[in-house]
């Protein structure tokens, strides 16, 4: 058994924001692969399913994102798991956006939620870093991830989701580069070909004037001929 977590902030009022692209990933899976209902449970909101022949617990914490560790945590101990166990999906600042990179360990790069799930379970759990750009100041970033998409971004962000949706029982086979092909392919499709090809130069028309004929006459007979 897996846990795959979606990070974001619980309610309304956050629904939207970039930082709740781990809730829309899982809510897009939970769809798609037919989970069965969200219930609460583990300071959580948790559905179960399969993917291919894996059964996966998608968890969304309940705690706020700087909390988040305590929900992951007591959903690992309860089924017996190690962190290894655990996929989380989150925002990533240092990707452009629509971009998807799975990572394993590491650090937690400033990120409260990551940070949460450090202090509960240790790093050595795998990320799915969601690129959602970044602002451009350091101090303009709180503002930034608790903003809703623009309008803009609404294309490459349905096919994100819709490539971590096709990806995602790859990515439950451990089979982490067929995850990102398929994310690779909604998000930048091969383009086909659709300029024709151009057309050969006509040949030129043949000139259809007679050469004009030599005057043979005489001058004797050129001026008789004026006269009949």
Known sequence: MQIFVGLGNPGA??????????????????????FGPWKSKFQGQISEGRLGDDKVLLLKPETFMNLSG??????????????????VFHDELDLAPGKCRV?????????NGLRSIHAHITEAYQRIRLGIGHPGRKELVSAYVLHDFAKADEE??????RGICDGAPDL?????????????????????????????????????????KEDTRSPLQKLADKFR
């Open 172 to 212: 439950a086979r451990g089979e982490n580069g067929k995850f990102q092909n398929a994310v690779a392919l909604r998000v930048n499709p091969p383009r086909s070909s659709t300029t024709k090809p151009a057309k050969e130069p006509a040949a030129p028309k043949a000139d259809t004037k007679e050469t004009p």
């Open 103 to 111: 990572k394993m360990g590491g650090g937690h790069a400033g990120h």
């Open 13 to 34: 009022k956050y629904e939207r924001n970039r930082h709740n692209i781990g809730f829309m990933a899982l809510d897009r899976i939970a769809e798609d692969h037919g």
């Open 156 to 161: 490459w962000l349905d096919n994100l989701l």
């Open 70 to 87: 305590q929900s992951v945590g007591e959903a690992m101990r309860f089924y017996k798991l190690t962190s290894q166990d655990v996929t």
